[in-house]
């Protein structure tokens, strides 16, 4: 965070007549009270939760009760808007945002998954032109302006995370933003309406600012005449203005804002002395076994740099791949594989994009996927024609059929390398395996060491913070990684909200830790990934 600190100054007092001396020396002391606190560049107080993320504290109030993970399409509409109205999110992702849930039909629909929404939208955009349906130089506006969604979104459930720690921002209530929406609309049209008051200028006003008004007005106290079937004649607009004067006389000084949970409401998530499990709810507690002599620790940990050294990838990528077979994999299953490769680095980015045909499209049997579609390109070859595939209104040539052939061939090799590696673990006991659902395992995993990361790292400013999580499956896996550890977790309310489960979870993890310093979570040097067994 730039901070603008100005000029070095002395803090010395300039060289004085004794007489002076005493006198001079208050007189100091007192000046160096009422200095103002340090401002960064956009006029916060340094160290502020405004000034560390970047936002008001309007914004962040919001943000610690609205999880973008977890939210509302009307809800979402609203938060892009306010965001772009304060200049804390770009215009162009604000309009994303909102043309998306606007056009998608998705406003008044429940609580989505913001981070999943953009990212299948981005996947599905690249998809078309690694299936040759969309040239890449017509996507990539739209390719980009989904990644920078994301980036967006992913920043703002970061800070969402984060937030639940911080004790000097009190968090919006339910209908927080509902209330923030409002009061955007109707400070901007009071604004408006002063400057065409003193201009002369009549005062114009729709029925949807109206109603934010009027709402804003009753919260307040103040009272309006109920609108008529008529604005434009301005009569309800002068009333509404003078009303919104009368009250700022009558309360000078004050400004017009949101409802506020009490600091005691978010306590009670937490019960404060929590029951004693018994083994009828958590089970039998495994026997205490003796720690493993430091000779047999130096042999697992050379047999550990032996195996990975000689695959190219660490021993997690390992496990997954020797657990995993290609070929009797669901398209979802092969798209969750395919991300725990990529972020393990046993997949290059190229690589993983490359099943986006597959994967996006929703095709049954993936090892014959590419190769199916090879064949068909090679016969609409040899007859002369151009290949073509379905779209809403009918029929369309394919606008890169080289690029398609290029990427089925990647696609289809990169399916075969894991399959093959898959097939030579099978008989390399130094590569053990999860006895059932080792895609599940290794998605829970990840997800864990995701979340001990980012809580490790501890970030509490706009640029360092991560999100805990992607969704309430990788919320779920780590409970399951927890529990398999044998962490004893705090009770809480069924009402808490993920973060805030994560939140205590951590405080219990790492007393967990304390008891248990040589365990640890189950990571691994990034390698050179299948292309060593290209």
Not at 300 to 325: F, N, R
Request: charged share 25%.
């Amino acid at each position: 965070m730039n901070v603008n600190i100005g000029q070095a100054v002395s803090l010395l007092p300039p060289r004085i007549g004794v007489a002076g001396a005493a006198r001079a020396e208050a007189s100091a002391a007192g000046e160096r009270s009422k200095v103002e606190p340090l401002q960064d560049i956009n006029g916060r107080t340094v160290g502020s939760p405004e000034s560390r993320y970047g936002l008001s504290m309007r914004t962040l109030q919001l943000l610690k009760q609205y999880d973008v993970r977890n939210i509302s399409g009307t809800d979402l509409h609203a938060l892009a808007e306010i965001l772009a109205a304060g200049d804390e999110i770009g215009g162009e992702v604000a309009a994303t945002i909102r043309s998306d849930i606007e056009v998608r039909g998705w406003k008044n629909s429940g609580a989505s998954n913001a981070l999943e929404i953009f990212s299948k939208r981005r996947d599905d955009a690249l998809a078309e032109v690694k299936a040759g349906e969309v040239s890449l130089k017509f996507a990539s506006y739209n390719i980009k302006g989904y990644e920078r969604t994301q980036q967006a979104l992913d920043k703002l459930a970061a800070i969402h995370d984060a937030l639940q720690s911080e004790d000097d921002v009190q968090s919006a209530t339910g209908d927080g933003m509902a209330q923030a929406a409002d009061l955007l609309h109707a400070e901007r049209w009071m604004r408006t309406a002063q400057q065409a008051e003193a201009k002369g200028e009549p005062l114009v006003l729709d029925k949807d600012t109206a109603e934010s008004i009027g709402r804003v007005m009753q919260r307040a106290g103040a009272t309006l005449p109920p609108m008529t079937g008529d604005l434009e004649d301005g009569a309800w607009a002068k009333q509404a203005l003078q009303a919104y004067r009368s009250w700022q006389f009558q309360h000078p000084g004050d400004k017009l804002d949101i409802d506020l949970k009490p600091a005691e409401e978010e306590d009670k998530k937490v019960f404060k002395e929590p029951p004693r499990p018994t083994t009828d709810t958590v089970g039998e507690q495994l026997p205490q076994q003796a720690p493993p002599s430091p000779a047999k620790l130096a042999r697992e940990a050379l047999a550990k740099q032996q195996v990975q050294a000689q695959y190219g990838m660490s021993l997690p990528m390992l496990q997954l791949i020797k657990g995993t077979d290609v070929a009797g994999l669901s398209v979802e299953q092969l798209k969750q594989y395919s991300q725990l490769l990529q972020t393990g680095g046993a997949l290059s980015k190229d690589d993983a994009e490359s099943l986006l045909p597959l994967t996006q499209r929703g095709m049954a049997d993936p090892m014959n996927y590419y190769k199916r579609d090879l064949n068909w390109l090679a016969d609409m070859a040899a007859q002369g024609r151009t290949p073509q595939f379905s779209t809403v209104g009918g029929m369309a040539d394919l606008a890169n059929p080289t690029g398609r052939m290029r990427n089925d061939q990647r696609g289809q090799s990169v399916l075969e390398r894991l399959q093959s590696l898959h097939q030579a673990l099978q008989n390399d006991d130094r590569v053990r395996t999860a006895p059932t659902d080792n895609l599940r395992q290794a998605g829970d995993q990840a997800a864990f060491d995701k979340w001990a990361q980012v809580e490790s790292k501890g970030a509490r400013n706009a640029e360092g913070v991560e999100p805990e999580f992607r969704s309430l499956s990788d919320v779920d896996g780590i409970f399951r990684v927890l529990q398999r550890m044998g962490v004893e977790l705090t009770p809480m309310e069924g009402d808490s909200s993920p973060s805030k489960r994560l939140e205590q979870a951590w405080k219990d993890y790492r007393c967990w830790q304390d008891g248990h310093p040589a365990r640890q979570s189950a990571g691994g040097a990034v390698g050179r990934g299948i292309d060593a067994y290209a």
